[in-house]
C-alpha cells in the first residue's frame, strides 16, 4: 500500500492558547511568520513598550507613535533574532534605538525649524490634576535640554529602574559610560530646577499638598 | 523613589518630579491597544505585499530619478516650510474647553482651517477637536453626521474617530456618521482614498472614491457598495498607493458583506488569534493581494476570466485564491467566491487560509445553502480552529442562526458559551439579550 505523506511544511505549533505560549515559543513563531504571533507579541509587550515610551518622552501621542514603530520594526526584522528566549531583550533594543532617534529627531527639528517653543506634545502628559500637568510638562521642558542619551539612561534608571549594567547592555554603552551620563543628567537637571524659582515653588507646594 | 544604591542621592525637588513622571505613565485602554495592533499591522502588510527585489529595485531607480527632478522644489519646500495646521474659523458654534465643538444654532457648525481643510457637523452631532497638531488634526464624532473636505497634502496627517472606528485620511472627501445606539457605522468616500480601521473590518480596509462603508457592528457585518463620486475615474482607474498606504486585506463573507479581516484585527483582544497550522508561504504569483489592497477589484476579475476562471482556481497560488474570493464576494458574486474558497481547501488543505475558508463559506452558505449547512460549516470551523481568528465569529453567526430558526433553548446556550470566551465580543451585546430571556 503506498504510502501517503503530507507535504505540508512543518510549522511550530503551539499547544493551547497562545497567551500560555512561552516567549521563546513565541520568538520562534515570530520568526516562522505566524500570525497568530503579531498579536499575542503586541499583547504581551505593547503595554510595556508604551509606558517606557510615555515616560521617556513625555507624550502619549508620541509614545503611541513609537510603539508603533517599534513593532513594526520587530515584526520586520524577527529573522535577526538569534534567541528566541530572548524575546523581551529584543524588542526593547528596538525601543531604546526608536526612542534615541524620536529624541534626536525632536531636537533636528527644533534646530532646523527654529522653533524653540518646547514640545506642545507634551501637553498631553496623562497626570491626574492641571496641577500636576503643568509641574511635568516644565519638567519634561528640563529633560529636553538633555542630550538623547543622557535622557534616556536618566529615564531608564530612574523611573524604570532598570540596573546601570541592564542600561549598559541595552543601549550598547560601557558602564563606566552610563554612570557618566547619569551623574551628568541628574547634575544638569538638579541646577536648571533650582534655577527656576517657579517650579522649585511649584515642587514644595505638591510636596506640602501630600 | 527607591534611590539605586551605586549613585549619589539626588535632590528632594528632582526625586518628586520622578515620581510624578512615573506616576503619570497611564495604561492604554483596550480600544487603545486594538487601535495601535491595527495599524501596526497595516504597516506590516503593505510591506509584504510589495513587490520583488527586482521590480523593487528597478521602481527605486526611477523613484531616485523622480527626486532628482524635484530636488529644486523639494528645496525650496524644506526652505518654506508648510504652516502650521490652525483653525481660522468656526461657524455656527464655539470650540469649548477639551476641544468640545459647541453648536448656537440650529445649522451645524462648520471648522475652517488655514490650509483649506474644511468639515461641517450635521445639526445635533457631538464632536470634538481632539488633538491639533503641526501637520494635521484628529478629530472626532462621538454621535451624529459629519462632512470633510480635507486638503490634500502628503505631509499632513488627518484622522477622524468614529466610536471605535478610526479613519486616517490624506486629501480627499467624505461623509461619516455614528450612531453610538445601534453601533452604526456609515462613511461615503465621494474623492481621494481612505484607510479605515476597527471592529469588524479588521486590520484596516482601503476605500476608493464612490464606495460606501456601512458597519452594523451588532451583527458583525461590513457592506461596501459603489455610489456615484465626484471623480470620474473609479477605483481600477486610480493609481495604486496614491494617498493611503496599503492596508491589510479586509475579509468579505456574504456577498458584498465584510465580516473581520482574515487575520486577526483590533478585535483580536476579544476573540483571541489562534496558533495556526502550518503556514504555507505560497508566492503571490499574480500580485493579487496588492491590487486587493489598492482596492483593484475588477483587475482581479478581469485577470482570472482572461485566464480562464477554472484554470485560475487550479494554477492560482493560495495568496491569490483568496484575493479572488474576496473580490468575488465584494462583487457580489457567490458562486466563484464559493468555488475559490472550494478550490483553496482543496489545493492547500494544510495552510491556514483552508481554514479561513471554511468559516466564510460558512457565510456564503447563510445565504444560498441555508441555515444548517451555515451552521455545519461553523461547526467545522470551531472543532478544527477552535482558538482561531475567527471563532468568535463562527460562535456568533451560529447563535444568531439557531435563534433565527425557531431554536431560541440551543441560542441561549451558545450565547452563554460566547460571554464566556469573548465577553467584549462583536455579538456580546445580542448574547447578552439571549440570556436576559426567560
Known amino acids: 500500500m503506498p504510502n501517503h505523506l503530507s507535504h505540508a511544511p512543518l510549522a511550530l505549533i503551539v499547544g493551547g492558547h497562545p497567551r500560555n505560549a512561552s516567549d521563546a515559543d513565541l520568538g520562534l513563531a515570530l520568526i516562522a511568520g505566524h500570525d497568530w504571533a503579531l498579536a499575542e507579541t503586541w499583547r504581551r509587550f505593547a503595554p510595556m513598550v508604551l509606558r517606557t515610551a510615555d515616560r521617556v518622552l513625555g507624550s502619549r501621542n508620541e509614545a503611541d507613535d513609537v510603539a508603533q514603530e517599534v513593532f513594526y520594526q520587530v515584526f520586520r526584522r524577527t529573522s535577526t533574532l538569534r534567541d528566541p528566549s530572548s524575546l523581551r531583550s529584543f524588542i526593547y533594543s528596538f525601543v531604546v534605538r526608536v526612542l534615541k532617534t524620536e529624541l534626536r529627531g525632536r531636537k533636528r527639528r527644533r534646530l532646523l525649524f527654529f522653533n524653540p517653543p518646547p514640545a506642545e506634545e507634551m501637553r498631553d502628559v496623562a497626570a491626574a490634576d492641571v496641577e500636576s500637568r503643568e509641574l511635568l510638562y516644565r519638567f519634561n521642558v528640563l529633560l529636553d535640554r538633555l542630550s538623547a542619551r543622557d535622557r534616556l539612561v536618566f529615564v531608564l534608571r530612574r523611573t524604570e529602574s532598570m540596573t546601570i549594567q541592564e542600561i549598559a547592555a541595552t543601549m550598547d554603552l560601557s558602564i563606566s559610560t552610563v554612570k557618566r551620563s547619569m551623574a551628568h543628567a541628574s547634575d544638569r537637571l538638579d541646577r536648571w530646577i533650582a534655577a527656576d524659582p517657579g517650579l522649585a515653588a511649584f515642587v514644595d507646594s505638591q510636596r506640602r499638598a501630600r | ?438
Not at chain 2, 464624532?141 to 462632512?147: K, L, M, P, T
Not at chain 2, 489592497?293 to 482556481?313: F, H, K, S, V, Y
Open chain 2, 1 to 438: 523613589m527607591r534611590t539605586p544604591p551605586d549613585e549619589q542621592p539626588v535632590t528632594p525637588a528632582l526625586s518628586a518630579l520622578v515620581d510624578l513622571q512615573r506616576d503619570a505613565a497611564k495604561p492604554r485602554s483596550a480600544t487603545e491597544l486594538d487601535r495601535g495592533l491595527a495599524t501596526v499591522r497595516a504597516r506590516v502588510a503593505a510591506d509584504r505585499s510589495r513587490r520583488p527585489i527586482l521590480v523593487r529595485g528597478v521602481v527605486l531607480g526611477l523613484a531616485m530619478g523622480l527626486v532628482a527632478l524635484a530636488a529644486p522644489r523639494l528645496w525650496r519646500a524644506v526652505r518654506a516650510p508648510a504652516a502650521t495646521v490652525a483653525v481660522q474659523r468656526i461657524d455656527g458654534g464655539a470650540l469649548l474647553d477639551g476641544g468640545y465643538l459647541a453648536q448656537s444654532g440650529s445649522g451645524g457648525v462648520e471648522v475652517t482651517f488655514n490650509e483649506g481643510t474644511h468639515f461641517k457637523l450635521a445639526a445635533g452631532t457631538r464632536g470634538r477637536l481632539r488633538e491639533l497638531r503641526r501637520d494635521g488634526a484628529a478629530l472626532s464624532i462621538e454621535n451624529g453626521a459629519a462632512s470633510f473636505q480635507v486638503t490634500p497634502d502628503p505631509s499632513r496627517r488627518w484622522s477622524v474617530e468614529a466610536g471605535p472606528f478610526l479613519i486616517t485620511v490624506k486629501g480627499t472627501v467624505f461623509d461619516v456618521t455614528w450612531d453610538p445606539a445601534t453601533e452604526r457605522f456609515d462613511l461615503t468616500l465621494r474623492r481621494g482614498r481612505v484607510q479605515v480601521s476597527g471592529p469588524v473590518v479588521g486590520g484596516g480596509i482601503t476605500l476608493n472614491a464612490g464606495q460606501h462603508l456601512a458597519v452594523r457592528l451588532p451583527l458583525a457585518e461590513t457592506i461596501i457598495t459603489e455610489t456615484a463620486n465626484e471623480q470620474s475615474a473609479g477605483p481600477d482607474d486610480k493609481p495604486a498607493g496614491e494617498a493611503a498606504p496599503p492596508p491589510v486585506n479586509p475579509g468579505a463573507s456574504t456577498p458584498g458583506r465584510v465580516p473581520a479581516a482574515k487575520r486577526p484585527g483590533p478585535r483580536a483582544a476579544a476573540e483571541p488569534a489562534a496558533p495556526s497550522t502550518p503556514t504555507a508561504k505560497q508566492p503571490d504569483a499574480r500580485g493579487w493581494q496588492a491590487w486587493l489592497a489598492a482596492g483593484q477589484w475588477d483587475r482581479i476579475l478581469r485577470d482570472a476570466e482572461r485566464a480562464g476562471i477554472p484554470a485560475t482556481l487550479e494554477q492560482a497560488s493560495s495568496e491569490d485564491l483568496f484575493a479572488l474570493a474576496d473580490v468575488a464576494r465584494y462583487r457580489h458574486r457567490a458562486e466563484l467566491a464559493r468555488s475559490a474558497l472550494l478550490a483553496q481547501r482543496r489545493r492547500f488543505p494544510s495552510s491556514p487560509r483552508a481554514l479561513d475558508a471554511i468559516f466564510l463559506l460558512g457565510r456564503v452558505a447563510e445565504v444560498g445553502d441555508g441555515a444548517a449547512r451555515a451552521t455545519a460549516l461553523y461547526d467545522e470551523y470551531l472543532a478544527r480552529a477552535p482558538y482561531g481568528p475567527y471563532a468568535g465569529e463562527a460562535l456568533g453567526r451560529k447563535m444568531i442562526l439557531s435563534n433565527e430558526h425557531g431554536q431560541p433553548t440551543q441560542a441561549r446556550t451558545i450565547a452563554r458559551q460566547y460571554l464566556l470566551r469573548f465577553p467584549s465580543g462583536s455579538y456580546a451585546a445580542a448574547a447578552r439579550a439571549l440570556t436576559r430571556e426567560p
